[in-house]
């Protein structure tokens, strides 16, 4: 079992900063990739970013390339999204998650939420235009 707790989240002017965490406890969270979805009111769960094991590779959504960085601290058990230049259309509860590192081919599986096997409890982000 993995137990993750997100932090971070609040409300923020258009073109503002937040830092989210994710703070993992139970196994080993260096052996797990580490991932961000997100999902505002009436739409669907929709993937954001990922973070393979050691980081070994980042993954983003097209929509946040260029804004939000993904990172880890292994020694803290921890991952974070660093959002820049926050839109009102990024407001949404966004979640982290915790999947099998798989290798190369989680390239592939990152955007999926089934790939994910734990997931934390949210926390709202709210950007106002």
């Known amino acids: 079992q993995v137990q993750l707790v997100e932090s971070g989240g609040g409300l923020v002017q258009a073109g503002g900063s937040l830092r989210l965490s994710c703070a993992a406890s139970?196994?080993?969270?260096?052996?797990?990739?580490m991932g961000w979805f997100r999902q505002a009111p009436g739409k669907e769960r929709e993937f954001v970013a990922a973070i393979r094991r050691s980081s070994l590779g980042t993954y983003y959504a097209d929509s946040v390339k260029g804004r939000f960085t993904i990172s880890r601290d292994n020694a803290k058990n921890t991952v974070y999204l660093q959002m820049n230049m926050l839109k009102p259309e990024d407001t949404a509860v966004y979640y982290c998650a915790a999947a099998q590192d798989t290798g190369p081919i989680f390239y592939v599986l990152s955007t999926r939420p089934t790939a994910y096997d734990y997931w934390g409890q949210g926390t709202q982000v709210t950007v106002s235009s």
């Open positions: 139970g196994r080993t969270f260096s052996n797990y990739a």
